[in-house]
């Protein structure tokens, strides 16, 4: 029996089928050995980037830590803070303790003089013997001395000098208000 579906040769197949290929083996090597070539390039450039952004990263891991770990370089006071500690009197030649600081205030009659002294023991007393109300005293006995222009707070006083000006700013200004 026939095959009712089966395709009948056409006569033009074999005219239009491509020529044999004489050297088909070769040219298949080739194109084999190209193309695993190319594909190996890819694989090695791959891990090559991969290999070079992990060294960027810890590079930049080692450079951090090295920029974190060195010393900062020494910052200058500013140029304002100077020329006020120059323009304030120079305070005479003065012992290392505090107590000897006070009496020689308590001794001088140059109110200058004193006012310099008392301050320099009221810093004696709050940074080398941490005795804050020594201190507290000594203050107000240089602001008592100094008068009305040690009043002003500056950049070269301590946290206990800045809050007894204006302690003592406030009450003047109340005074005078009559409040």
Known sequence: M??????????LDDLLAPPPA??????????????????RRRRRLRR????????????????TVWWAAR??????????LREERAATAPAPEVPASAVAVEERAADDDDLKAQAALYRRAGELYLSAENDPAAALRCYGNALDAGGEEVLSV??????????????????????NTGG
Do not use: Y
């Open 71 to 80: 010393p900062a370089p020494p910052v200058p006071p500013p140029t304002g």
């Open 48 to 63: 090559l980037a991969w290999a070079a952004a992990l060294a960027a990263c810890c590079g930049a891991g080692v450079l």
């Open 2 to 11: 026939t095959d009712f579906f089966a395709r009948e040769p056409d006569p």
């Open 22 to 39: 004489a050297g088909a083996e070769g040219l298949r090597e080739e194109l084999l050995g190209r193309t695993t070539r190319l594909l």
């Open 154 to 175: 500056s950049p070269a006083d301590d946290w206990l000098l800045m809050a007894i000006k204006n302690a003592r700013q406030k009450e003047r200004r109340h005074a």
